[in-house]
């Protein structure tokens, strides 16, 4: 049988799960691989590989194995100087090896955007244990935010407000960081009006933005998000300046989840990821061609419109509340009565707050149809077996 592009997936939660419908539509043979097996994208995908994306060896054998056209990095916590022998060696990393490496670690993608690229961004320092976070916090003052280097999702980020919850806030941090580096980055409070990302795709014709998306956190982790975002013409051109500035330098093809702080008409860089974005899920159902169809798309080299617009639309997160192996959904109808889409990702275990699912919904503006999605993710039940 033959393919238009063998690809490689490293990573297959939900994300990687919409990415391989996106590239099977284009006719793409894809290769799922994750650290546990029956992950979400490879119940979708051609062929599966389970092992640590921290492992250089499985890592390196997989893609001699299946030889990929493209390998597409969808978590953070990869062995990518691995990605970096294999690309010198010919292989084609998306959207390259040097973006999987800075964007892996907070710290790195954060002194290329202050120190080299000169971008807007808030008073951080980094801190190797509890003596250097106090010390951090002294510099950056209080409030400050503490999270790991290397997490995802927000995974063990927290606010602290007061010097005596700053050892509770390193223990987080420590207890929910992904990889092998201990180190946190302690950052100034920005007291921002919003927080958007925006989705900017580099592709063989140039760079073009979706509109931006908003977004609600809590525990660090994503709750819901909506598009469009309403922003000042001046800001919305400030925040387009350093994504193409940060994207530019990155190189290669692919989607960029870059996120910002607004307060007024400053816009403050925050983060990125060089791959298709949680928040980013909205667009499902907001615009045409859905982050996943454009990743897929800048991936294989194909032409992205140079316009993109959006519906007013939201997503709002199916949390699960316990631990389990044995899973159901139930009321599927009843929160689909409203109008509004369901995305059940069918990861194989739950845990507390793990996000197993998505209510999207459009409406004639985005209040309404963050109630609507809202609405519906309420109403769907997990039934735990165990």
């Known amino acids: ?31 799922a691989c994750d650290a546990y097996d029956d992950a979400p994208a490879m119940q979708l995908a051609d062929a599966r590989e389970v092992f640590s994306m921290l492992d250089g060896e499985k890592l390196r054998e997989a893609a001699e194995k299946h030889r990929p056209d493209y390998i597409v990095p969808e978590i953070e916590a990869i062995r990518t100087s691995v990605l970096a022998e294999l690309e010198e060696e ?6 390259s090896a040097r973006a999987a490496q800075l964007t892996m670690n907070r710290d790195a993608i954060r002194d290329l955007a202050a120190n080299e690229l000169g971008l807007v961004t808030s008073k951080y320092r980094y801190a190797k244990n509890l003596e250097e976070a106090k010390a951090a916090a ?37 207890a929910n960081m992904r990889g092998d580096r201990q180190r946190v980055i302690v950052e100034q409070f920005v007291d921002f009006d919003y927080e958007i990302t925006l989705l900017t795709v580099r592709h063989r014709g140039g760079v073009t933005f979706c509109p931006p998306i908003g977004h609600r956190q809590e525990r660090g982790d994503y709750q819901e998000s909506w598009q469009p975002t309403p922003m000042s013409d001046a800001a919305i051109a400030k925040a ?37 974005h949680d928040t980013g899920m909205v667009t499902l159902v907001s ?52 109008g509004a889409d369901l995305r059940i990702f069918a ?3 739950s845990r507390p707050y793990r996000r197993m699912g998505v209510a999207l919904a459009t409406a004639g503006d985005t209040d309404e149809a963050r109630r609507k999605a809202r609405d519906a993710a309420h109403r769907v039940r997990i039934v735990y077996g165990d």
């Open 1 to 31: 049988m033959s393919h238009t592009a063998r690809i490689l997936l490293l990573g297959s939660g939900e994300l990687g799960r919409e990415f391989v419908i996106s590239a099977k539509r284009l006719g793409a043979y894809v290769v």
């Open 138 to 174: 002294q510099h950056t003052g209080l409030p400050c935010v503490i999270k790991p280097v290397m997490s995802s999702s927000g995974k063990g980020q927290s606010t602290v407000r007061r010097e005596e919850d700053l050892e509770a806030a390193w223990d987080y941090a420590q």
């Open 347 to 349: 990861k194989p275990t």
């Open 240 to 276: 387009q300046d350093m994504a193409k500035t940060v994207v530019d330098d990155l190189g290669g093809y692919g989607l960029f989840g870059v996120e910002f702080f607004v307060k007024g008409e400053e816009v403050i860089f925050s983060e990125l990821s060089p791959r298709p």
């Open 90 to 95: 010919g292989f084609t990393v998306v959207p």
């Open 287 to 338: 615009q045409n061609l859905t982050e996943f169809d454009l990743h897929a798309r800048a991936v294989m080299g194909l032409l992205i419109p140079a316009e993109l617009r959006a519906r007013p639309a939201a997503s709002a997160v199916i949390l699960a509340e316990r631990d389990s192996a044995s899973l159901a959904y139930e009321c599927l109808a009843e929160a689909m009565a409203d």
